[in-house]
């Protein structure tokens, strides 16, 4: 059962544009449940130690967004975010996007990566590419995309594509902020990779800050 509590901090020394509030809060992280044996599809020189390629999480990794509140148009970010292959992980392993956002896919390690999704959001393969090279992906569908390795199965990552820009990466001690909200109604929805999404109604104020917290 979702307990809220909700408060409102009147802060007024925020340098917020009128008519726009800040989402601040914590939730209670569910632990993080290490995926199956990984196995290496492959056996030649790419072939690498995979006993440390699951997550490094103890806690589910989680994002907090938004939806509802009045229509606006928001542009995605001209400086493309990056999830970076490295240590055959995806860092960072869950990264919420605007819908139309570039992301960066560097290749830091010295193996081969080959990142894919044949997620409904967006289907791609990058194909094969060594270290110090990056390609990149338009998300251009709202989703969820899940990310892969074709070489390394234990890699793992997901990419959340958001039609509005109010969205947090939540700490892994629970904690969030979204700052710059138009004031409004919204609906606050937290997904966690290993437990079900949840959400509750908010109310954005025009200057001053929100306080949510779900446990
Ligand atoms: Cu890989």
Redesign the pocket.
């Known amino acids: 059962m979702l307990k809220c509590f909700i408060a409102i901090l009147l802060i007024t020394a925020l340098d917020n544009p009128v008519s726009a509030g800040t989402v601040v809060g914590q939730i209670t992280l569910t632990p993080f449940r290490q995926p199956n044996t990984p196995v290496n599809r492959y056996t030649g020189r790419d072939a690498v130690d995979l006993a440390s390629a699951t997550s490094k999480r103890t806690v589910s990794a989680a994002v907090v967004y938004l939806i509802g509140g009045p229509k606006t148009d928001a542009t995605p970010p001209q400086e493309h975010p990056q999830m970076v ?1 490295k240590d ?1 992980y995806f860092e960072p392993e869950v990264l919420p996007i605007l819908v139309g956002t570039t992301v960066d896919f560097p290749n830091l ?1 010295p ?5 894919f999704s044949y997620s409904k959001a967006k289907k791609f393969d990058l194909g094969r590419y060594p270290k110090g090279h990056s390609k990149s992906v338009t998300f251009d569908t709202p989703g969820l995309v899940k990310v892969f ?4 199965s234990s ?1 793992r990552a997901h990419i959340l594509v958001l039609d509005q820009p109010y969205f947090a990466s939540v700490t892994a001690d629970g904690r969030f902020r979204i700052p710059n909200v138009p004031a409004g109604e919204y609906t606050l929805k937290i997904w966690q990779e290993q437990a079900p999404e949840s959400e509750l109604p908010i109310t954005v104020p025009a200057a001053d800050s929100i306080v949510v917290n779900v446990k």
């Not at 193996?111 to 990142?115: G, S």
């Open positions: 292959q055959q390690d193996v081969f990566h080959n990142v390795c074709e070489i390394h890699m």
